[in-house]
């Protein structure tokens, strides 16, 4: 059955997903602010901006007028900037519909109060809307998405109908969805991961090999478990599509704008200048400084995000950074963290 999908975000990840709707046969509305933008969407069916090489279709048509996007529509998918979910989000508040399927695509913290985004949603929505929120998450660059290349994510939700009416819709023949009721282990790991992506990129900037980058990605799988049991998540998640699958995605792949940002930083080029030249927002740097955060009010050792917070924000070199970590006192691979080792 063909329904009416509202897809907040037009960056490459709202426009992929819009894609996704688009070819399970819905009718999508994409809302973006550029009107230019909108009106080449409209009459060329291209993302001139991020997804310049992609033919769109038909059945998807922008529009810069939230009211228009999201009124009637009985599925709205939220993909913004984590830095602009809460004030999206209210802008949208007054048009949703009362039993509206509500999922969010967006990895990463509201810096100001370290929530997660489905945290922030829930502030911001009726408790009917929030208690039925969706989280999308997983290995899944929007490059190959828009291109139909085997893709498989994750949806999380506290409720099984909307998790399962969530698969139903976004589930078809390259993109394969599987359920999970852990919405804070997705969320973490989702967010989480994109630190270790500029590590990784940094690894590889400073011209260090494979050794380097898989004792980066294990080490860093060990530090994103522990805090997101400390803050309630389920510690099989980690070991999924929403924790180490997005993972080694983002950390090896020349799509992962968070690698690429590390790579220029391991190169020696400063924070200001490489966000300068990305273009686009680079999650990990945020995520970074909230991590480090929460790592000292939960009082969760997190190494590697240390030294990259320092890196980033401290002025570290990135050779001098992981001197420290190389040179760090002696410790036992499985740290104990209550009944799990990790």
Not at 93 to 103: A, G
Not at 156 to 181: C, G, I, W
Not at 253 to 281: C, F, I, T
Not at 299 to 327: A, C, H, K, W
Request: charged share 20%.
């Amino acid at each position: 059955m063909s329904l009416q999908v509202a897809v907040i975000g037009a960056g490459s990840w709202g426009t992929a997903l819009a894609s996704v709707f688009a070819y399970n046969g819905h009718q999508v509305t994409l809302w973006m602010r550029d009107a230019k933008l909108a009106e080449k969407v409209n009459t060329l069916h291209v993302n001139e901006k991020y997804l310049p090489e992609a033919r769109l279709s038909p059945q998807i048509v922008a529009t810069t007028d939230m009211k228009e996007a999201v009124q009637g529509k009985p599925v709205v998918l939220l993909a913004v900037p984590s830095h602009a979910m809460r004030q999206v989000t209210r802008e949208l508040v007054p048009y949703l519909e009362p039993d509206v399927l509500l999922i969010h695509a967006t990895k990463g913290f509201e810096m100001e109060t370290l929530k997660r985004m489905s945290e922030v949603i829930g502030e911001e929505v009726p408790a009917s809307i929030a208690s039925g929120l969706v989280v999308l998450s997983g290995p899944s660059h929007a490059e190959e998405v828009i291109l139909r290349s085997p893709t498989t994510v994750v949806v999380a939700s506290a409720s099984d109908e909307k998790m399962l009416r969530a698969q139903d819709l976004l589930m078809n023949n390259y993109f394969r969805v599987y359920t999970n009721p852990d919405m804070v282990g997705a969320e973490i790991a989702g967010a989480l991961k994109n630190i270790i992506a500029l590590g990784a990129g940094m690894s590889d900037g400073l011209g260090f090999g494979d050794n380097a980058k898989a004792a980066l990605l294990t080490r860093g799988l060990a530090e994103i478990t522990r805090l997101g049991i400390k803050l309630g998540a389920m510690p099989l998640t980690f070991a999924g599509l929403a924790g180490i699958g997005d993972l080694v995605v983002t950390c090896t792949s020349k799509h992962s704008r968070n690698w690429r940002a590390g790579y220029l930083l391991g190169q020696g080029k400063p924070l200001d200048q490489v966000l300068e030249q990305m273009g686009m927002v680079v999650e990990g740097v945020r995520t970074t400084n909230a991590a480090y955060a929460l790592a000292g009010r939960e009082n969760v050792s997190m190494p590697i995000t240390d030294v990259l917070y320092r890196i980033l924000f401290e002025g570290t070199s990135p050779r001098q950074g992981v001197e420290e970590l190389m040179g760090r006192g002696r410790t036992r691979e499985n740290e104990y963290l209550g009944p799990y080792s990790i």
